[in-house]
Structures are given as structure tokens and as C-alpha cells.
């Protein structure tokens, strides 16, 4: 089943997997691409995938040794890719400021939506701008939901690792 999820690929309005790319112009220019290579191509979603589809590329009969290079030089470079991808990440979570972005944010956006609740008409004259409140309204809520989806995700992750 293909990951949905990955903006990468290009029924999901990315730009597509070198390899995949690779495939879909072999397939313009005439050339017989087995459908197993195909749909492992569709699914991929990590390193593994594209472990399996090197595998199915190799033993594939249709294509020709030179067709077999560029299709494998290509998933070459998403594995690169990805790879860079996966560092660029964890060296992201390894220092203290990147971390405390998602908390302070979510932090200062509740103390400000709390105090214009608290204070609102009750001290002088303030009053929020009606045109303020639906803005508000969508930033507190998307920010809650990702804030708490998020960390709901992760903390699952890393159990499941376990």
C-alpha cells in the first residue's frame, strides 16, 4: 500500500523520486517496465523500499544493462537524499533551541489568547477587533492539534522502536 503521506511523491503533488522518474521516462520512450517494478516504485517510503525496488530493478528480465544503471544510479541519489534528510532531523532534536520552538511558541500563543479572554472588557475599555477572533481561532486550534498531535506521535514512535 503507497504512503499517502509522503509529499516526495508525485501523486501527491511532489516532484517525484529520481527513480520514479527515471521509470515514468523509460515508460514514455517505449520502453517494457514490469508493473512489480512500477508499484514497489509507488510505495516507497524509506531506505528499505528502495533497498526491495534496487533488488526488483537488478532482477528485472525487460530491462536492458544500461536502462538497469541509470534506473539504479537514480535510486542512488534518493538514497542519498534521504539519508541527508534523516541527519538533517536528528541534528535538529540534538540542541536545546530547536527543541523549545514547539513549547514556547505553543506557550506565548496560549498566555496571549488567555489574557485577551481574562481582560477583555474587564479592564477599561479593551475589546478584541472581531476581525481578530477567527485568526486567533485558527492559529490556537491548529497549533494545539499539532502541537499535541505531534508529540502524541513521537512519543508512540519511540515506544514502538523499543
Known amino acids: 500500500m503507497a504512503n499517502n503521506k509522503n509529499p516526495k511523491l508525485k501523486k501527491n503533488g511532489g516532484e517525484g523520486t529520481f527513480v520514479g522518474n527515471a521509470l515514468r521516462w523509460l515508460s514514455k ?3 517494457k517496465v514490469a508493473p ?3 508499484e514497489i516504485a509507488g510505495s516507497i517510503t524509506g531506505i528499505e523500499g528502495l533497498s526491495k525496488l534496487g533488488d526488483a530493478i537488478r532482477g528485472d528480465g525487460d530491462l536492458s544493462d544500461s536502462e538497469k544503471e541509470l534506473l539504479l544510479r ?3 541519489y534518493d538514497m542519498i ?6 541527519k538533517r532531523l536528528k541534528y535538529d532534536n540534538e540542541h536545546t533551541i530547536t527543541r523549545l520552538v514547539r513549547p514556547i511558541t505553543y506557550g506565548s ?4 489568547f488567555l489574557s485577551m479572554v481574562f481582560f477583555d ?5 479593551f475589546t ?7 485568526v486567533i481561532q485558527s492559529l490556537f486550534g491548529t ?10 506521535i513521537e512519543k508512540v514512535m519511540k515506544t514502538w522502536k523499543k
Do not use: D, Q
Open 29 to 31: 520512450t517505449g520502453t
Open 128 to 134: 478584541i477587533n472581531p476581525l481578530y477572533v477567527p
Open 109 to 112: 500563543m496560549f498566555i496571549m
Open 143 to 152: 497549533m494545539t492539534v499539532f502541537y499535541f498531535g505531534s508529540r502524541g
Open 74 to 76: 537514480e535510486m542512488e
Open 121 to 125: 472588557g474587564n479592564i477599561g475599555e
Open 36 to 38: 512489480e517494478l512500477l
Open 81 to 86: 537524499e534521504m539519508v541527508e534528510v534523516t
